[in-house]
């Protein structure tokens, strides 16, 4: 690849200190963090696609350089795929992610989810490259689990301590070290294929 300097959009420090860790070693890859002074982006997509492409054409705007944004649902079997697209606002505009880790929990004992089969999620990436010139490239990550019947572990943030994926004993996100979670998590998986696409140069 050549020398390519992005622009990371999120303005979530834990998500742009994730994507951070995952893209770094790219070799000939730059990162730069999202100017202080661009405005918020309104996430007025209706799929994940949509909101990651609102957010990196935006900064490339913004900035004049390739810009890499990334948007993540949580999908809940049980609620019908809730909370989706709004995951990050599931419990309210402004919601803490405490806020909205108990309304998952409340939501899940409401309908009566109480097994580990009644209560089967996955969360999706869509790892999402603007160019200048107009191009753009995205990939997308997956990772199937459940969510548990408590919070459990002090790391990562957002849903993490109630996500448990497949094949780890049982374990959430957040029990998990950093290199643990990336392995195998929905955003490392998306931004590990982005890191390849990113080989070929803009597609």
Not at 26 to 51: C, H, M, Q
Request: net charge negative.
């Amino acid at each position: 690849m050549s020398d390519l300097t992005l622009v990371i959009a999120s303005a979530n420090v834990d998500k742009a200190a994730e994507i951070a860790d995952i893209l770094g070693a790219v070799p000939g890859l730059g990162l730069v963090p999202r100017p202080p002074d661009v405005p918020d982006v309104e996430e007025t997509g209706d799929t994940l696609e949509a909101n990651a492409r609102l957010k990196a054409r935006a900064l490339c705007q913004a900035t004049g350089l390739a810009a890499v944004a990334d948007d993540t649902g949580l999908e809940v079997d049980a609620l019908d795929g809730a909370p989706g697209v709004y995951s990050a606002r599931f419990a309210g505009e402004g919601a803490t992610y405490a806020d909205n880790v108990a309304k998952m929990l409340s939501e899940l004992a409401r309908v009566g989810a109480v097994t580990p089969d009644a209560r089967r999620a996955r969360f999706r990436s869509v790892a999402f490259v603007a160019y200048p010139d107009g191009s753009e490239l995205w990939v997308e990550g997956s990772v199937d689990g459940v969510i548990t019947s408590d919070a459990r572990g002090d790391g990562g943030f957002g849903y993490d301590p109630i996500f448990a994926p497949d094949g780890f004993d049982g374990r959430t996100f957040a029990e998990m070290t950093s290199g643990e979670k990336h392995a195998v998590s929905h955003r490392g998986r998306a931004f590990r294929a982005l890191a390849d696409r990113l080989a070929g140069g803009p597609a």
